[in-house]
């Protein structure tokens, strides 16, 4: 199995900058698809960003321009770049990773962290 560990949120200013790092238990070579979620108070978790085994990137509408998603395979890390932060941006970020075997689809989850965006 896989365990994820987020880092790197926190409170920043409208307009500023997060990095957040997913760091895998396990080489994310092996893993067929990572990503990112939202979850705001009250509302469903939302895709943010994806990043496959190939590196083709996926981006919620909301966050294409602003956010930019990247890997570090020798780190077994996945980043989500942050930059010009909105209010709503605000919720947990949770880290996803989908692994793929023997034909069954394996889901994994992070603790998230939470990001504030607020003056």
């Known amino acids: 199995q896989v365990q994820l560990v987020e880092s790197g949120g926190g409170l920043v200013q409208p307009g500023g900058s997060l990095r957040l790092s997913c760091a895998a238990s396990?080489?994310?070579?092996?893993?067929?698809?990572m990503g990112w979620y939202c979850q705001a108070p009250g509302k469903e978790r939302e895709l943010v960003a994806t990043?496959?085994?190939?590196?083709?990137?996926k981006y919620a509408d909301s966050v294409k321009g602003r956010f930019t998603i990247s890997r570090d395979n020798a780190k077994n890390t996945v980043y989500l770049q942050m930059n010009n932060l909105k209010p709503e941006d605000t919720a947990v970020y949770y880290c996803?990773?989908?692994?793929?075997?023997?034909?069954?689809?394996?889901?994994?989850w992070g603790q998230g962290t939470q990001v504030t965006v607020s003056s």
């Open positions: 996803n990773a989908i692994r793929n075997f023997a034909g069954v689809e394996y889901y994994y």
């Open positions: 396990q080489t994310i070579l092996s893993i067929n698809v």
């Open positions: 990043i496959t085994s190939s590196s083709r990137t």
